[in-house]
């Protein structure tokens, strides 16, 4: 007995404030995880906005669509749908995922309400080289991709990079992480188009 | 890729081409303070090596076990410290008492590493990375141990040859371990992106 | 309707509440488990030493936490001062932890530097161009004339921590105000010059010089050496001449008028006084011979 | 207790120490992991400095509350639950209303809880001293920690793209030092802030 | 028969500086000044330092024995001269700096010059007339102590151990020191007189096996030396053996090496591996002592330099001023820059020339600025550049640069961790050291220093 | 007359022999190659040599000034920030802006060098520190390369954007990499095997000419002011590793005698693995390294990012140098001593 009374001695404090603090996180947590959840959607919307002009407002158009990774992997993403003001697909976008230069690259692709044209991508998140790598945020390497037909695309060392085809014009320099978006934008487009084509979300310009 | 490749180049990859104190910044301060003889940096490196790579491994099985699954990620972070520091203080009460040669070589290190950010760290990195299997995980924060071991190592041994030489008074200690540090990422720059 | 607000509140933090609660109880009981079943004797001074520590295990000190510097420095004193957040108020309470042990009855111990000549008071037969050590041009034969006199490359004042010695124009120099009086400078000196003395008074008075040549031989190599004219031992029977060498008892030493006579009277002003206060040694007069250019 | 009544700092001094004499990084060279980490620019520098200010104040009010009941063998467990606490509402906070810079944070945010500095305040000052006292600790502490991070952070994110606060400042010829924010820009701009503070002291001295 | 003059035998390490034997190699030995007044050193030994025998005041004959101990490891010293003794004062010494020396000053009738014994041997000798007992003590009467260098006594080398039994006998004709010859004149001149010594010391020795190791840049040595054995009954076993010419040759530690292909353990003595080493002279003096009964009191130096006006070997009394030596030889030329006592690479710089000569005076080297070189003048040092040089010469296989840095930096577990202690003094690192480090003299203090540590002075 | 005796430890001679003699050895050896430089790349080499060598210096002054040395001069006798500021210049591109240059040299010496005390005690080569720095801060200006004048007097720029004519312009590690890609075109190179070894093709000022580095590379062996050890390794390990890679696939890897002769494999074996200051003080000590440079080069030219990893490779094994010399520590030829 006195072994408990002992116990509770020496760690009363520990318990009680473990309980106090637990509580005053989840009453912070209770507060802002809204907001929190909301900021996330905000900066995806923010992107796919900022790809899809005419985009007014956002819903799933398929979710957990399975993308086979090459590493045998299977990754999950969901493929949201734009609409305009008057209601009418204009558009198609979704998160993707590959490894860049250094870490991983996550990038917002966006495509066409046909899916015929790709429509650009934003960096969501990446962490290669400032200098390097980081130039794939530049605008005359991401606009290449606007307008792209939304197939398999190839990437040259040389080249034109106004002219709008499936040739992307690799960043001097980095080599390696033009290529990773490449490699991104190849993983995905097919299951996608497939995916958006069959189960006719896409085409039925409504 | 099999696994077993998938594993090896992660391991690598953690050891040298993102090394938790040459690209992450993370366990400075014991790199900058036990580095100054070879043989005390080689205790913290292994000590550093058998925490985190309990508390890597400890910590995704709460993470993915427990939190993600009763929805508490907001606890997250209290569990994980709470977790590590109880761990490092068992580890190191129970080496004291049973294995008291090898708490001299390495024991004595423990209670430096609970307040070391290697080890929280990793633990965060991993949830970063949606490290999805636990032999993963596992692999990653023993590499991460490693990588560390090998750096701090590194650098003793460098410290050890800078006793001899005169440098500007100024700059003994912290700062010259700093500017060394900042060669030695330089350096390792050399093998970025040869694992991806 | 706050208390509706409350009560949402309530229902969605109560699990993570009860986690907390769960783990921290968890971790209680398991750690004072094993504090009692796991728990090690240890070195009651080590543990005093420990509590004076910040206990942060930052590793700054340059050992692995705070418990091994505390071993550390029981065992090697000379490492107080490695904590960089505990600053100097820890080194004081680690003193206190120590000093409990080196509790010493008796006027306090300093140094005194038994040479009083400068550089242009000793006789030189060459340059030295070999390394800047004592303890190196030591080995040399004839670094200068006066084998017994300080040589002023100065391994003493590196060996002191508290920057308490300097060589100044090629004589050690204590500076009492900062010595500590830790001996380290009396082991350094190659040539056992530096002799730690109880200082009963404030000011010791001393015979700086250590050669037993001859009066002539000395007076070739040194302006101010003792010449072993025994004018000294006539004043005061704290003074013996032994192999031409004046020795003052340093334990009977009192500054009365004999022993102030018999500084005054020395030929050579080789009877000084050192100490915090001690005036400087009256000038070396300048008619000894002069010597030979180095 | 008498010791402590008798030691017991003036507040103003309190005070100063944390932004000079103690500055946690450039004279204890503690917290060097988020003091490289973040400031590859000022803006994030600036975010870390405030969640830290924001931690340490919290932890050391709380840990002098309770400074009479702590237990030793429990303490730094319940210090560290302290800090963790606070860190993730801190976490949480800069989730919800500053999103871009709690992604660029990443996981040093969470670091916070290991950063050594709250730790040695929470035992050195607040789990010694009255609630004033404390306070004042945290605030000076945290100042000097943000101060030299902004210093820090500046120089590297001037050297680095020209700009400070994104705000172009150098000329336009100017090629930035990309190295600059790297890891080598980091470590070796911190080793020579940490020696010219050296050579600072020492003139003082 | 084609004597065999090239050296093949050799050690790993060392150097080749410039050898400047040329000044006196031809010059025969010839008696030394007249003295004037000699100050026979208390302490010209490793052990312990004798007490004098005579006061001041006393005459003293040539021969006699005027300071002795009673301690294993020292040995007697003897006047060199008639006369009075002047007092027993402190004198310059090369080693301790100041030591205790009787001076006496001489009868200026009667000093007859001494000639050296050579005469009196012959194309054999017949070591069976003496006794091992009889030699070591006559040995020892005569104090006799290694002439090589470190001036240990001999008959503790030679005499019978039961503990370290010996089997080889190597003498040490090396003379590796650049300008030193009195080695080399001594084994053309004296060669009769070094094999009946050798004869002697093998017997007492108790080896059965002599080599005489001599560098090959000495080649009528060794011919002469070949060929004196050859008369000698009784000497099948006494092997010349032309070694290598490269600096520190000459150390027993090299030349055992190179001989007999052993090394001695770090921090051991021959003995220890069965092996004797004694110098040529030491040799010498040894057989003159057996056969003639004469103390130690006199011995050839090499006197030598660019700065020397007549360069040339003498035949001194022990206990001879070096200014006297150097004005006999002509004095010095205005250039002179350093007095080394020994040769330039362990040689000993005094600038007291009232220092006198002792037992292990081999030579006085009166160097001139341009033969030192840049070394030791200021403004030609530079930190090291860790060429390793200094590691690919060193023959006992340090790393002197680690070692002095160590020492320099007060790390003494450091530079210990490094061997410190097996260094054998030699020179050649700081020899050949680009940078000029004094890599020597860091590693000789660093060595007191640890000493000093290991004592714990007491004081 | 012995007035101007002096006293001092033994030995008393030394050999004819300074860091400053040892550091002009080192510029002669380096001449063939400036020499190229010159010839191929005109007036880019007058310029960027001088310029590269004179900041070191100027840089090294001032840091002697700032530390307050009584000399600050004195220190700029014995040679090696001249040494450092030609390496750096001749392993930087062409057509590197004087600016970037003056940067770089000035990092090689003060951040390099002069923080950890000056010569001899850098654990870094300094001007592979500066080249590392100035590769991380500007990349392109580091990776954009210039037509030899022998080819075309205009000396057209090479860089990724205007590969025109891939094959007589592109630096020829560039080109092998595009075949280790591309999984092909590997056996083609050996057509440039003759200019490589001449230096008539795209690359870092001094790192064209096999010919010129291998001549200056003999000239530091016969004077002894390097040893075999260093360059043997490294060449012999760099030889294995491709090798191996070559036998594997013909197509894909460029033959072993094509990777000596390309890039700053051969400077870097002769002049820069050969620093003495920053490379293991015994004999295995330099094999170790040696191999370790070798092999880590290879393994960034082939397995790695980029086209050319000597500078990687030798400022990793420098970190490691003190490790290796502390584990290839000299046993006494006695033996250890027994305690
Ligand atoms: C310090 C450094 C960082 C680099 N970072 C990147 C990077 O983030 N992304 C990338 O694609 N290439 C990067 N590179 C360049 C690649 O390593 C490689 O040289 C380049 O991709 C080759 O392609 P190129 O043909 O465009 O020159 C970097 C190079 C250096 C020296
Ligand atoms: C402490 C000590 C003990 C020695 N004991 C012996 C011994 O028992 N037998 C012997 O033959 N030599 C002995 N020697 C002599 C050495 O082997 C060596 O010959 C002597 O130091 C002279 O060598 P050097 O002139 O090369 O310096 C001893 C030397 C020392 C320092
Ligand atoms: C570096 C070095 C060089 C030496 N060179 C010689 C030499 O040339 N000739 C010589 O007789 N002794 C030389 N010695 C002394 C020998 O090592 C050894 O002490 C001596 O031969 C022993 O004989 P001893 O006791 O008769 O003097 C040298 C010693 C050292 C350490
Ligand atoms: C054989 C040799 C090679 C050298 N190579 C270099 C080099 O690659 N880079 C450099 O900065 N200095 C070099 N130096 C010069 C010098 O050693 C260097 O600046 C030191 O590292 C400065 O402490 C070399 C010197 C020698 C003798
Ligand atoms: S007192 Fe001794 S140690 Fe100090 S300078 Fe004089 S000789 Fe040197
Ligand atoms: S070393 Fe110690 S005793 Fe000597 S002067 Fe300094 S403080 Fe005083
Ligand atoms: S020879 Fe001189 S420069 Fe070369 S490594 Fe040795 S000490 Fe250094
Ligand atoms: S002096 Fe010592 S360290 Fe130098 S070479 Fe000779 S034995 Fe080796
Ligand atoms: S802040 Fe101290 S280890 Fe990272």
């Given at each position: 007995m006195s072994n408990i009374k002992h116990f509770f001695e020496q760690s009363w404090l520990l318990i009680v404030s473990s309980f106090f603090f637990g509580l005053l996180i989840a009453v912070a947590n209770a507060a802002w995880s809204e907001r929190i959840v909301q900021n996330e959607i905000d900066k995806r919307n923010r992107l796919m906005t900022d790809l899809i002009a005419d985009a007014n407002s956002f819903d799933v158009a398929a979710q957990a669509v399975e993308i086979p990774d090459t590493k045998a992997k299977v990754v999950k993403t969901d493929i949201y749908r734009a609409l305009d003001g008057s209601g009418r697909t204009v558009g198609f976008a979704f998160i993707a995922v590959g490894s860049g230069f250094q870490d991983k690259i996550k990038l917002v692709i966006a495509v066409d309400g046909k899916c015929e044209k790709f429509l650009g991508f934003k960096v969501l998140a990446s962490n290669e080289?400032?200098?390097?790598?980081?130039?794939?945020?530049d605008s005359y390497f991401s606009s290449q991709?606007?307008?792209?037909?939304?197939?398999k695309l190839q990437l040259v060392?040389?080249?034109?990079?106004?002219k709008i085809d499936s040739e992307i014009v690799a960043i001097s320099g980095a080599t390696v992480s033009s290529e990773a978006v490449v490699k991104i934008f190849n993983t995905y487009i097919d299951t996608v188009r497939e995916h958006l084509q069959t189960k006719g979300s896409a085409g039925n310009g409504k | 890729m099999d696994t077993l490749t998938i594993l090896l180049l992660a391991f690598i990859s953690i050891v040298i081409i993102n090394n938790l104190v040459f690209?992450?910044?993370?366990?400075?301060c014991p790199y900058l303070g036990?580095?100054?003889?070879i043989d005390m940096a080689f205790g913290m490196g292994l000590a550093v090596t058998f925490v985190v790579t309990l508390s890597g491994a400890m910590t995704w099985m709460i993470d993915h076990w427990v939190l993600m699954k009763a929805g508490l990620e907001v606890t997250r972070y209290v569990c994980f410290i709470l977790v590590i520091a109880g761990a490092v203080q068992l580890v190191e009460m129970y080496l004291r008492k049973f294995f008291p040669s090898l708490y001299e070589s390495f024991g004595i290190f423990l209670p430096l590493?609970?307040?070391?950010?290697a080890i929280l760290g990793l633990c965060l990195f991993i949830n970063l990375w949606e490290i999805d299997n636990l032999l993963e995980a596992a692999v990653l924060s023993f590499g991460a141990g490693i990588g560390f071991t090998m750096a701090i190592c590194i650098m003793a041994g460098i410290r050890e040859n800078l006793n001899l030489a005169d440098v500007p008074r100024c700059l003994r200690g912290a700062p010259i371990t700093l500017i060394t540090a900042g060669l030695l990422a330089l350096a390792f720059m050399g093998f970025a992106g040869m694992i991806r | 309707m706050i208390l509706a607000d409350i009560f949402q509140l309530w229902s969605s933090a109560w699990p993570a509440g009860l986690t907390m609660l769960g783990l921290g109880a968890g971790f209680a009981i398991v750690l004072l488990i094993a504090s009692v079943k796991l728990k090690v004797e240890v070195d009651p001074k080590v543990e005093q030493i420990h509590k004076a520590?910040?206990?942060?295990?930052?590793?700054a000190c340059g050992f692995a936490g705070c418990s091994s510097y505390a071993r550390a420095v029981l065992a090697d004193?000379?490492?107080?001062?490695?904590c960089a957040p505990g600053g100097p108020k820890t080194s004081e309470k680690i003193a206190a932890v120590l000093n409990l042990h080196i509790s010493d009855s008796g006027p306090m111990r300093r140094p005194i530097v038994h040479c009083r000549a400068h550089t242009e008071d000793r006789t030189y037969y060459a340059e030295y161009q070999g390394i800047p050590s004592c303890t190196a041009a030591n080995?040399?034969?004839?670094?200068?004339?006066?084998?017994?006199?300080?040589?002023?490359?100065g391994d003493c004042t590196r060996a002191?921590?508290?920057?308490?010695l300097h060589v100044i124009d090629g004589l050690a120099t204590v500076d009492y105000q900062k010595?500590?009086?830790?001996t380290a400078c009396s082991k350094a000196c190659p040539r056992n010059i530096i002799e730690m003395v109880p200082?009963?008074?404030e000011n010791m008075m001393t015979v700086a010089c250590r050669s037993k040549e001859t009066g002539k031989a000395t007076r070739s190599m040194c302006r101010?050496?003792?010449?072993?004219?025994g004018i000294c031992a006539k004043q005061s029977d704290i003074f013996k001449v032994e192999d031409n060498l004046a020795r003052l008892d340093h334990i009977k030493y009192e500054p009365d008028d004999k022993t102030e006579t018999a500084m005054n009277k020395c030929p050579t002003g080789v009877i000084v006084l050192r100490g915090p206060t001690a005036p400087a040694?009256?000038?070396?007069?300048?008619?000894?011979e002069k010597a030979p250019a180095a | 207790m008498a010791s402590e009544a008798l030691d017991k700092p003036a507040l103003g001094q309190t005070f100063i120490a944390g932004l000079?004499?103690?500055?946690?990084?450039?004279?204890?060279?503690?917290?060097?992991c988020p003091t490289l980490a973040v400031?590859?620019?000022?803006r994030p520098a600036l975010t870390m400095g405030c969640s830290v200010i924001f931690v340490l104040v919290c932890s050391n009010l709380v840990v002098s509350l309770m400074r009479n009941l702590l237990k030793p063998h429990l303490r730094i467990l319940m210090f560290t639950l302290t800090i963790a606490a606070f860190v993730t509402i801190a976490d949480l906070f800069l989730k919800a209303f500053l999103p871009e810079m709690s992604e660029r944070l990443g996981p040093y945010v969470p670091l916070i809880i290991v950063n050594c500095i709250i730790i040695c305040r929470a035992e050195a000052c607040a789990s010694k001293n009255g609630l004033a006292v404390s306070l004042v600790d945290a605030i000076g502490m945290g100042l000097g920690f943000t101060m030299t991070l902004c210093v820090l952070a500046s120089v590297r994110e001037l050297l680095a793209t020209g700009k400070i606060f994104e705000q172009q400042?150098?000329?336009?010829?100017f090629v930035p030092?990309?190295?600059?924010?790297?890891p080598v820009g980091a470590f070796i701009t911190l080793g020579l802030m940490l020696g010219l503070v050296n050579t600072i002291t020492k003139k003082k001295a | 028969m084609k004597v065999q003059t090239k050296g093949r035998f050799t050690f790993k390490g060392g150097t080749h500086p410039?050898?400047?034997?040329?000044?006196?190699?031809?010059s025969a030995i010839q008696p030394g000044p007249v003295p004037r007044q000699v100050a026979v050193m208390l302490?010209?030994?490793?052990g312990a330092v004798c007490e004098p025998l005579v006061r001041k005041g006393d005459a003293v004959q040539?021969?006699?024995?005027?300071g002795d101990s009673d301690a294993f490891v020292s040995a007697p010293v003897h006047s060199p001269?008639?006369?009075?003794?002047?007092e027993i004062a402190l004198q310059s010494h090369a080693v301790l700096g100041r030591s205790l020396a009787v001076i006496i000053e001489a009868d200026a009738e009667n000093n007859p010059l001494k000639q050296p014994a050579?005469?009196?041997?012959?194309g054999d000798f017949d070591e069976?007339?003496?006794?091992v007992e009889k030699i070591c003590a006559a040995v020892r009467e005569a104090g006799?102590?290694?002439?090589?260098?470190?001036?240990?006594p001999t008959r503790v080398k030679i005499e019978p151990n039961p503990r370290l039994p010996k089997q080889t006998l190597v003498i040490n004709?090396?003379?590796?020191?650049?300008?030193?010859?009195c080695d080399y004149r001594i084994m053309l001149e004296w060669t009769h007189q070094i094999i009946a010594g050798i004869k002697l010391a093998r017997k007492a020795s108790g080896c059965s096996k002599v080599f005489i190791g001599i560098e090959d840049n000495k080649p009528r040595a060794i011919k002469v030396l070949n060929a004196a054995v050859k008369t000698h009954?009784?000497?099948?076993?006494i092997k010349v053996v032309p070694v290598r010419t490269?600096?520190?040759?000459?150390?027993e530690r090299q030349l055992i090496r190179a001989i007999l292909g052993k090394y001695v353990p770090t921090?051991?003595?021959?003995p220890m591996i069965g092996v004797v080493v004694l110098n040529a002279a030491t040799t010498a003096a040894i057989a003159e002592a057996v056969?003639?009964?004469?103390?130690?009191t006199h011995r050839a130096v090499t006197v030598s330099g660019?700065?020397?006006?007549n360069p040339g070997n003498l035949y001194v009394p022990i206990g001879l001023p070096v200014a006297d030596l150097i004005d006999f030889c002509g004095g010095v030329t205005q250039k002179s820059a350093k007095v080394v006592?020994?040769?330039?690479?362990?040689g000993i710089a005094i600038?007291?020339?009232?220092t006198p000569i002792t037992k292990t005076t081999n030579a006085i080297t009166v160097l001139t600025r341009k033969q030192i070189g840049?070394?030791?003048?200021?403004?030609?040092q530079t930190a090291?550049?860790?060429?390793?040089r200094c590691l690919e010469v060193c023959p006992e296989h340090l790393n002197p640069t680690k070692i002095a840095h160590a020492v320099k930096n007060n790390l003494l577990d450091v530079a210990e961790g490094y061997y410190?202690?097996?260094?054998?003094?030699?020179g050649c690192c700081s020899y050949v050291c680009p940078a000029n480090v004094e890599l020597t003299g860091y590693i000789k203090t660093g060595k007191i220093f640890l000493a000093r540590q290991k004592k714990k002075m007491p004081q | 007359m012995l007035s101007q005796i002096t006293v001092s430890p033994a030995p008393h001679i030394s050999k004819p022999l300074s860091t400053r003699s040892v550091m002009i050895d080192v510029v002669i050896g380096l001449v063939p190659a400036m020499i190229t430089a010159g010839y191929y790349f005109r007036i880019h080499a007058f310029i960027l040599i001088p310029t590269c060598v004179v900041s070191a210096v100027i840089t090294e002054w001032l840091c002697n000034v700032i530390r307050r040395k009584?000399?600050?001069?004195?220190?700029?006798?014995?040679?090696s920030a001249v040494v450092t500021g030609i390496i750096l210049a001749l392993s930087v591109?062409?057509?590197?802006?004087v600016w970037a240059a003056v940067i770089g040299s000035g990092f090689a010496i003060a951040i390099g060098k002069m923080v950890f005390g000056g010569l001899g005690a850098n654990i870094f080569n300094p001007a592979m520190a500066g080249r590392a720095f100035l590769t991380a801060s500007f990349g392109m200006l580091m990776t954009t390369w210039t037509v030899p004048a022998t080819i075309d007097a205009k000396m057209p720029r090479i860089s990724a954007d205007n590969?025109?004519?891939?094959?007589?312009?592109?630096?020829p590690l560039a080109l092998s990499k595009q075949a280790q890609k591309a999984r092909t075109?590997?056996?083609?190179?050996?057509?440039?095997l003759r200019a490589a070894f001449t230096g008539?093709?795209?690359?870092?000022l001094g790192e064209t000419s096999a010919l010129a580095l291998l001549i200056g590379g003999i000239y530091l062996l016969a004077r002894r002011t390097i040893s075999f050890h260093i360059p043997l390794a490294v060449t012999l390990s760099a030889f294995v590793f491709s090798g191996v890679a070559y036998l594997i696939n013909t197509q894909a890897y460029a033959s072993p005698v094509f990777h000596l002769c390309s890039g700053g494999l051969l400077i870097g074996a002769f002049f820069i693995a050969t620093d003495p200051v920053t490379a293991p003080l015994t004999t295995r000590g330099m094999w170790i390294f040696g191999i370790g440079v070798g092999t880590v080069t290879m393994l960034i030219r082939i397995?790695?990012?980029?086209?050319?990893g000597v500078m990687y490779s030798v400022l990793l094994m420098n970190a490691v140098t003190p490790l290796i010399d502390r584990f290839c520590k000299l046993i006494p030829a006695g033996g250890r001593p027994h305690v």
């Open positions: 080289t400032p200098g390097f790598g980081d130039k794939i945020k991709f606007r307008d792209a037909p939304a197939g060392k040389t080249g034109d990079d106004k | 690209t992450k910044f993370l366990g400075i036990v580095s100054g003889r590493i609970t307040t070391n950010c | 520590l910040p206990n942060l295990d930052c590793g004193p000379e490492l107080i001062g490695k080995a040399l034969p004839n670094v200068q004339a006066c084998k017994f006199g300080c040589l002023g490359f002191c921590k508290f920057d308490a010595c500590t009086g830790c200082f009963a008074h101010v050496g003792c010449i072993g004219c040694p009256r000038p070396a007069k300048k008619t000894a | 000079w004499n103690e500055n946690p990084v450039l004279r204890l060279v503690l917290g060097m400031t590859a620019a000022v400042v150098m000329p336009a010829v030092w990309a190295a600059m924010s790297m | 410039p050898e400047s034997k040329g000044l006196t190699e031809k302490s010209q030994h490793t040539a021969g006699q024995k005027i001269i008639n006369g009075k003794v002047k050579s005469a009196r041997f012959g069976d007339a003496y006794s006799i102590v290694g002439m090589g260098g470190a001036g240990f004709g090396c003379e590796c020191e650049p300008y030193i010859t009954r009784n000497a099948e076993d490269k600096y520190p040759q000459g150390g921090g051991g003595i021959p056969v003639c009964n004469a103390p130690l660019e700065a020397i006006a006592l020994g040769g330039p690479m362990m600038a007291d020339l009232t840049s070394a030791k003048f200021a403004g030609r090291c550049i860790r060429c390793g410190i202690n097996a260094c054998t003094e030699c | 009584s000399n600050p001069l004195e220190s700029l006798g014995d040679f591109p062409p057509v590197l802006p590969m025109l004519d891939t094959r007589t312009q592109a630096t075109g590997a056996d083609a190179l050996n057509e440039q008539e093709v795209g690359g870092c397995v790695g990012e980029y086209p050319e």
